[in-house]
């Protein structure tokens, strides 16, 4: 029984591997399209664009986009959306900057504001779809109205300046290996999630109640607890965002998080997360964001209009969904007894266990 | 084991009513299971059956009434305290995480973990030992979306296992599974009450109630009309009796004689598919009704899949009426060739259970009911809808009653209403009594007949001997993704049974 066991293992995992699905695997694909990009960033600018400064700002306004992608995707695994991404963003990082700035509140106390501002902020938008029974894309709707309004009376016109936390902002221009910081924290945390996805308990929990919620209900598995919890990682990670805001710009001010909604869905979306929950990519969330943080490079490189950006990354998304959709080949059935070896490739199985 | 000596049962439902908003969904209903005995717990649709199951396992709680479990009195909040309390269910509807694979599918819910942290190994060796139980050979981590809607059963069945329970609720497993397979459903009930466990058993297969229960409950209208019948002491009749509240009339099998002669409606000559179909022979006549019989996995539905151009046919050719043809798409099938499908999962693919009946049955001809500016013509809609709820006898209290609060049986109807709506001269009826009780059974038996005899060319594919006994002309047994052969349908079960069984078993041997 146990040779059996292990031997079945060993084909599973040798299959996991096979060429074919590689190709077929939306990461290959996102990997291809950055190394396409990078060449071509290299070769318009002759190779400045791996210049040491170059890449060092590459990375710098990488680590922000990869945060609030993955926090969109902890709410699409769960099959919501969270609207107030930007809000609560720029919500839980001005309310440390004024608390830094103007109460006297010690710096790594304020570091923790904003992540547990972010973390409140998200449960709260949990609760609120769990007790109402309101689809989450209204309930975050509303909330990221209430925080922009809040984030605009807390700062009004001004801006914070950084001056009030420079501990923060030692940390945002430490380059250990030459690039930023906070783009090794962002990555860290995505190695986290990624961990968390496959192996928590939690994480599996809210996957199930994604995939199916009557499943999950028939299997004890509480629907209610999967959303809080998922709305409550999303903000977490917002309030790891703003963190990082503290940590790399200038200042905050009242238009914080203003323009991190559509890269929130761009990542997530572009690296291969279906909407209907159920499922995470972790790797393709943080591949996308690359992709994106590229096009922005490009954009200034060839000195375009900024809002050839937003138009380029819309087109993208929209383009990603639709060949989503055209390359769902009709999912191939397993038969129980494969019989011939002529037809054992039909029975070969693509992994989608939940975690991509 | 939870087994507590102190009570004789080993689950005891004490007067549970239960009301929904307009129904009475359980009037102070009683069971009682032993343990080691197997029980069945029959009613016809909507008696109130899968209510106690939700309430048992608890999905929902009971408004009064005592549930105990082991002699202690018990109320579930959740499907979770249920499970701990040693009550494990294989429900009727298919609830699985297609994400997920099959190993973490069977132990959801009850994930083996250290530290919070899902133990991987434990999940694949809990899950490979439960489906070594139903002998069902697959690979744990499948992804659950590769499965059949048959093979998933077998995941929910496998599910139910896992949990070790005391008592064990089977609310229709074999509802879409092959007579094999039960089979091996049966054997893993046995052996669980020969360990001194209970075993609650929902059907509407009354051969296989006689043959594996002792005991069995009768619900009615939400009543319990007869508590722990022996079965031993009663007949069939007796108990159909009981389910329906008078004497259902049998079955009168009419003398069919299609005429075989002519240009076969549909005829599939040496037909290979991307699936893996090998040199397919079939054909059906005008007025003949053909059953597609076989084992999960064997094709069948994966073959109707072909004829419908969702999958690629690679080899061979098929005709229609005489003539050699590409389907393309459904929609081709539809309007070109004339043929419709009724799906086997009419839940997932055949409805809009949300949508009102009329709207159901008018959705394949919105082109021939539209002006020819593009704007539906609701008059001829509302005509077109009347005939086919009137043609087809479908319970409902309206043309626009929504199609989720039907029962299963007059959902099933609608289904196969708006394919004779757009007037099909092939009918292709995957599954076609799954879930549906006794009595509608027979007119929707009756209902297929009548079809033939208008001249329509039917293609059942069923993996229930019995009803392919009853209902076809001819039964055709597909093996291994191969047409093994044909048996002209005598209606004696034995006979027919132990022909059908040589075809299956024709291929599996040579290959072995």
Redesign the interface.
């Known amino acids: 029984m146990s040779g059996d066991t292990t031997a079945a293992d060993r084909s599973a995992r040798a299959r996991r591997w096979s060429a074919k699905d590689l190709l077929r695997r939306q990461t290959t694909t996102l990997v291809f399209v950055v190394i396409v990009g990078v060449v071509v960033l290299t070769v318009q600018s002759s190779g400045g664009f791996l210049s040491r400064i170059s890449i060092e700002t590459f990375f710098q306004f990488l680590a922000i986009p990869v945060v609030i992608g993955l926090a969109q995707m902890a709410t699409l695994a769960v099959g919501q959306m969270n609207l107030a991404v930007g809000a609560i963003g720029g919500f839980a990082a001005c309310l440390a900057g004024i608390l830094m700035a103007d109460a006297g509140l010690p710096v790594w106390l304020g570091a923790v504001v904003a992540v547990l501002a972010g973390l409140a902020c998200g449960l709260i938008n949990g609760v609120i779809v769990v007790l109402t029974q309101i689809n989450g894309f209204i309930v975050t709707l509303a909330t990221m109205t209430i925080l922009s309004g809040v984030q605009y009376a807390l700062v009004g016109t001004r801006t914070v300046t950084s001056d009030a936390w420079p501990q923060l902002q030692s940390l945002g221009s430490a380059r250990p290996l030459g690039v930023p910081l906070i783009f090794w924290l962002s990555l860290a945390i995505a190695g986290l999630l990624s961990l968390a996805y496959r192996h928590a308990l939690v994480a599996r929990k809210m996957l199930a109640s994604g995939g199916n919620p009557l499943a999950a209900t028939l299997s004890g598995i509480s629907n209610s607890r999967s959303l809080i919890a998922a709305h409550g990682l999303s903000g977490l990670l917002c309030g790891v965002a703003a963190l990082l805001v503290l940590c790399s710009l200038p200042g905050v001010n009242k238009s914080i998080g203003g323009d991190w909604l559509l890269p929130s869905f761009a990542a997530p979306i572009i690296g291969g997360v279906a909407l209907t929950g159920g499922g995470v990519a972790v790797l393709g969330t943080v591949l996308a964001a690359t992709i994106v943080r590229l096009v922005d490079t490009a954009r200034a490189a060839f000195q375009l209009d900024p809002s050839w950006v937003n138009l380029v990354i819309g087109a993208v998304v929209l383009g990603t969904v639709a060949l989503g959709q055209a390359n769902r080949r009709p999912k191939g059935l397993v038969r129980v007894r494969p019989t011939g070896p002529s037809r054992a490739s039909t029975s070969e199985a693509t992994p989608t266990g939940g975690v991509a | 084991m939870t087994t507590t000596t102190s009570s004789p049962w080993a689950l005891e439902v004490r007067a549970v009513s239960k009301a929904f908003p307009g129904v009475r969904a359980l009037d102070a209903v009683n069971l009682r299971l032993a343990p080691g005995e197997v029980h069945a717990l029959l009613g016809e649709n909507g008696a109130g059956k899968s209510t106690l199951i939700k309430i048992l396992?608890?999905?929902q709680t009971a408004d009064t009434g005592q549930i105990l479990v082991g002699g202690t009195e018990r109320v579930f909040h959740?499907?979770?305290?249920?499970?701990a309390a040693g009550i494990g269910?294989v429900?009727q509807?298919r609830?699985?995480?297609?994400?997920?694979?099959v190993a973490?599918?069977i132990a959801?819910?009850?994930?083996p973990?250290r530290h919070?942290?899902?133990d991987?190994r434990a999940v694949?060796?809990g899950a490979?030992r439960v489906l070594d139980m139903l002998d069902?050979?697959?690979?744990p981590?499948?992804?659950m979306?590769?499965?059949?809607p048959a093979?998933t059963q077998l995941v929910e069945i496998a599910?139910g296992l896992y949990a070790d329970s005391a008592v064990l609720l089977l609310d229709e497993p074999t509802a879409s599974i092959s007579d094999n397979e039960s089979g091996l459903l049966f054997d893993v009930v046995h052996r669980l009450t020969d360990q001194g466990r209970a075993v609650l058993f929902v059907s509407h297969k009354l051969e296989e109630v006689f043959a594996h229960c002792r005991t069995a409950t009768v619900f009615r209208d939400g009543r319990s009309v007869a508590e722990a019948v022996q079965l031993a002491d009663v007949d069939r009749d007796t108990v159909v009796d009981l389910l329906v509240g008078r004497t259902l009339a049998k079955l009168d099998v009419p003398d069919r004689a299609p005429d075989r002669t002519s240009t076969p409606a549909i005829e599939l000559r040496g037909v290979e598919t991307?699936?893996?179909h090998r040199s397919v022979d079939l054909s059906v006549h005008r007025g003949e009704i053909v059953g597609l019989y076989g084992l999960?996995?064997a094709?069948r539905t994966?073959l109707a899949?072909a004829l419908l151009g969702?999958?690629k046919i690679t080899g061979g050719e098929v005709r229609v009426s005489g003539e050699v043809v590409r389907i393309k798409d459904v929609g081709d099938a539809l309007s070109r060739h004339r043929i419709g499908y009724v799906t086997e999962d009419r839940k997932a693919e055949g409805l809009f259970l949300d949508q009102t009946v009329a709207r159901n049955l008018t959705v394949t001809v919105l082109g021939q009911l539209s002006n020819r500016w593009g704007v539906l013509r609701r008059k001829a809609a509302r005509v077109a809808a009347d005939e086919y709820i009137d043609s087809l006898d479908i319970r409902v209290s309206s043309r626009d009653q929504i199609v989720g609060q039907l029962s299963g049986g007059n959902q099933q109807k609608v289904s196969l209403g708006k394919w004779l709506a757009a007037r099909t001269d092939i009918l292709v009826i995957d599954e076609p009594t799954v879930g549906i009780d006794v009595r509608t059974k027979g007119a929707f038996y009756r209902l297929i007949w009548d079809l033939a005899d208008q001249g329509k060319a039917v293609l059942v594919i069923s993996s229930d001997l019995a009803e392919m006994v009853t209902l076809v002309d001819t039964i055709a047994v597909m093996q291994?993704?191969e047409v093994t052969g044909h048996v002209a349908n005598t209606h004696d079960y034995d006979e027919m049974s132990k022909a059908v069984i040589r075809l299956v078993h024709r291929?599996?041997e040579n290959?072995a």
């Open positions: 396992t608890g999905i959740s499907a979770h305290e249920a499970t269910a429900h509807e609830n699985v995480v297609t994400a997920f694979t973490e599918n959801l819910g009850n994930t973990t919070g942290r899902v991987w694949r060796d490979r069902f050979r697959i690979d981590d499948t992804p979306n590769r499965l059949s093979q599910r991307e699936r893996g999960v996995g094709g994966e899949h969702l999958d291994d993704f291929t599996s290959v």
